[in-house]
């Protein structure tokens, strides 16, 4: 499974942006995708992760109510919608990709996308 993220940048403190995530190969479909975020010196941190089929979602408690991610099970492609951004959402954000259940744990994921940056700052 390949996975490639779009959509990182530069914004300013309470402005959104909208990352992708397009899974490709055999059984892409067949996964369940999250977002991690990484910020220099930080351990990564689990952002927010989607069932499947889309049907169920999980969310890091520093993002909840901010953040909203979902899926487009035709595209096999899942969106992180970020809204009310904070200079300490500035990170790599990563998709990932698993067939496990342990979505809050990036040790559970199969397969990682090559990091988008997100940098927000006035």
């Known amino acids: 499974v390949h996975l490639a993220e779009s959509g990182g940048g530069m914004v300013q403190p309470g402005n959104s942006l909208r990352l992708s995530c397009e899974a490709t190969?055999?059984?892409?479909?067949?996964?369940?995708m999250g977002w991690f975020r990484q910020a220099p010196g930080k351990v990564r941190e689990f952002v927010a992760a989607?069932?499947?089929?889309?049907?169920?979602?999980y969310y890091g408690d520093s993002v909840k109510g901010r953040f909203t991610i979902s899926k487009d099970v035709d595209k096999n492609t899942i969106y992180l919608q970020m809204n009310s951004l904070k200079p300490e959402d500035t990170a790599i954000y990563y998709c990932?990709?698993?067939?496990?259940?342990?979505?809050?744990?990036?040790?559970?994921?199969?397969?990682w996308g090559q990091g988008t940056q997100v940098t927000v700052s006035s």
């Open positions: 989607i069932t499947f089929r889309g049907g169920n979602s």
């Open positions: 190969g055999r059984r892409a479909g067949s996964y369940a």
């Open positions: 990932a990709a698993t067939l496990r259940f342990g979505y809050q744990f990036d040790s559970e994921y199969e397969y």
